[in-house]
């Protein structure tokens, strides 16, 4: 069994607005996200602010997906993430933030696939830069390392990574076959972003 977390805590200063219902293609830029899950995910968690609209937020998503806030309000994606873990079920998840409107079902059956017998399979870029936010994660490893970094007061997804034992990490050129443009990490976090997403999406599938 295989969960998803989307994160979807995020203020969204630069863009001016909060980003999971944020428009894209006349469609709310975390619905993207949320297909692709679907297609192989068992438990699907949306993990959004403490102050944020829960049942908001519910109204507008599939039936299969639960919503869940943030333990703390305003700390960061490895609090959305060790928020999310906490209620899963399934021995190993997916964790996707909610502004990467093109993630590819190949990229993330490939991470899974690697994950087996890893406490997370992590893509890398060749200049060392890792994808942590579009990766897979044992649960119960990452739920531990996660609770052990916040309580040292270490509030980076890295220093949850860190703290896992075994980590796969698959350079992003292995993904080229499924994705060639690697638009799977593309992030929308300007409005600049969203006008190059919206040229993108008229010219790929977002989750092929």
């Known amino acids: 069994m295989i969960g998803t977390l989307i994160l979807a805590g995020g203020r969204g ?3 001016g607005k909060k980003k999971p219902l944020l428009n894209l293609g006349n469609r709310s830029l975390i619905s993207y996200v949320i297909e692709v899950a679907l297609e192989f995910s068992d438990e699907i968690y949306v993990v959004i602010n403490r102050g944020d609209d829960i049942e908001g937020f519910r109204d507008r998503l599939p039936s299969r997906v639960e919503v869940v806030r943030d ?3 305003g700390k960061g994606p490895l609090v959305g993430i060790y928020s999310g873990l906490r209620h899963l079920r399934s021995g190993y998840s997916a ?3 909610c502004d990467s409107p093109f993630v590819k079902v190949d990229v993330m059956r490939l991470l ?3 994950a087996e017998g890893f406490d997370a399979a992590i893509p890398l870029w060749p200049n060392g830069y890792i994808e942590p ?3 897979v994660y044992r649960v119960e490893a990452a739920l531990r390392a996660a609770e052990e970094a916040i309580g040292e007061g270490e509030l980076r997804v890295q220093n949850m990574v860190e703290r896992l034992g075994r980590v796969a990490y698959i350079p992003v050129e292995e993904f080229k076959r499924f994705d060639p443009g690697l638009l799977t990490f593309f992030n929308i976090n300007t409005p600049a972003d969203l006008r190059n997403a919206e040229k993108l999406l008229s010219t790929s599938s977002p989750s092929g």
């Open 13 to 15: 200063d630069r863009i």
């Open 71 to 73: 333990i703390t309000r």
């Open 95 to 97: 964790v996707l933030p």
């Open 112 to 114: 899974m696939e690697k």
């Open 133 to 135: 936010l579009h990766s």
